[in-house]
């Protein structure tokens, strides 16, 4: 039932930018777009949200394009604590309540 | 910060049993939900509460129950618990709907043996 789409898996080095895109097919007028980052053993943290263009804070960046079928996840110069699984979301606004995907395992490689 | 405390880290239970998971937040946020995770599965939805002695269920409801007779806390109940409920169970918590952040807690293992 997730609303979103995202890679299963991605692989990176210590000191690379990793991108991680995700699509929207079914984003509404007013969801806006989220993302959350689990590591083992602990739940979801939020990381970022944005609802267009450019939003960056101290951990990422999110770029969202015009039309906001799809958002993609920035990390500059990953390193090893960054192994991790990203989920992308929007909100159900229907229900109030947020639908987690299976999210796209990072392992970042030394 | 928010804290989103989880009664057990780790539980095991018999099949049949009655099983009860706390959670407990202390920010005076609205919403509440469960989730339950399995391996390649993400996050599902098992219930969730925007207000007290209010439930709306999400994608998984069958064979469990909620409950949430005070705003701090929302309970999970597996009336009869089985093996297919072996996961592990997530709090989490936001002060209102919308765009508000999610608070989780920390996990429930939960073994039905």
């Known amino acids: 039932l997730a609303k979103t789409t995202q890679p299963i898996s991605m692989d990176s080095y210590e000191g690379q930018e990793v991108n991680i895109t995700c699509s929207h097919n079914n984003i509404a007028t007013n969801d806006y777009i989220t993302w959350y980052q689990q590591f083992p053993s602990q739940g979801p943290r939020f990381i970022i949200q944005?609802?267009?263009t450019k939003v960056t804070n101290e951990v990422a960046s999110l770029f969202i394009p015009a039309d906001r079928k799809s958002s993609t996840l920035s990390l500059p110069r990953v390193s090893l604590s960054d192994t991790a699984v990203y989920y992308c979301?929007?909100?159900?606004?229907?229900?109030?309540?947020?639908?987690f995907g299976s999210g796209t395992r990072l392992q970042v490689q030394p | 910060d928010v804290k989103v405390t989880q009664s057990s880290r780790y539980l095991v239970k018999r099949t049949g049993e009655k099983v009860f998971l706390e959670c407990v937040q202390d920010?005076?946020?609205?919403?509440m939900f469960w989730y339950r995770q399995d391996p390649g599965l993400g996050l599902r939805l098992i219930y969730f509460s925007y207000d007290v002695k209010m439930k709306e269920k999400g994608d998984i409801p069958e064979g469990y129950s909620v409950s949430r007779e005070k705003k701090e806390r929302f309970s999970l109940i597996l009336e009869s618990a089985s093996t297919n409920q072996t996961s592990m169970y997530l709090c989490?918590?936001?002060?209102?709907?919308?765009?508000?952040?999610?608070?989780f807690g920390s996990g429930t293992q939960l073994s039905v043996l």
């Open positions: 989490a918590s936001s002060l209102r709907g919308g765009r508000e952040k999610l608070f």
């Open positions: 920010m005076d946020h609205e919403n």
């Open positions: 944005g609802y267009k």
């Open positions: 979301l929007d909100m159900d606004t229907g229900r109030r309540a947020l639908t």
